[in-house]
């Protein structure tokens, strides 16, 4: 068996592999980690209250809070009974959640955006360094062929 062919059952060869495709195979494969791990970032942030206001991500988490404003008559609105007062803090809790929820809905589409551009990468390494392996391939059996 020579040494750049691999066992049978693949049609992969290692001397096929060639700058770009180990590239595109390297750089897809780091955009999809890294799409996971932002993606358990999201959901580990979403558990935990108040995990927002230190996270890393703080221009996503402001375009969450400014899509999910507070009520115009809650801005000035000051309780004046204990009821009143457990009603305000409700719709405060609330609030908290909805921006919550909302950024944990941008964190999801910019992981899933960023590890689908890593499969389309993996992909395209993947299919040239198939492709350059058919062509040796086909160019040792041609020289092969008497």
Not at 6 to 35: C, D, K
Not at 91 to 98: N, P, T, Y
Request: no cysteine; hydrophobic share 50%.
């Amino acid at each position: 068996m020579r040494s750049d062919a691999l066992p049978i059952f693949t049609r992969y060869r290692w001397s096929a592999l060639t700058r770009r495709a180990r590239r595109r195979l390297v750089g897809g494969s780091v955009l999809l980690l890294a799409a996971l791990g932002y993606a358990g970032l999201g959901g580990f942030n979403l558990a935990r209250r108040g995990a927002d206001e230190r996270a890393f991500d703080q221009p996503l988490v402001r375009l969450a809070v400014r899509m999910n404003p507070l009520p115009v008559h809650l801005f000035m609105y000051q309780p004046q009974t204990d009821r009143e007062l457990y009603l305000a803090a409700v719709v405060r809790d609330q609030r908290d959640l909805v921006i919550a929820l909302t950024a944990f809905v941008l964190r999801m589409i910019a992981s899933v955006t960023l590890g689908g551009v890593g499969l389309i990468l993996m992909t395209a390494g993947s299919i040239e360094w198939e492709v350059r392996s058919e062509a040796a391939a086909g160019a040792m059996a041609a020289s092969a062929a008497p």
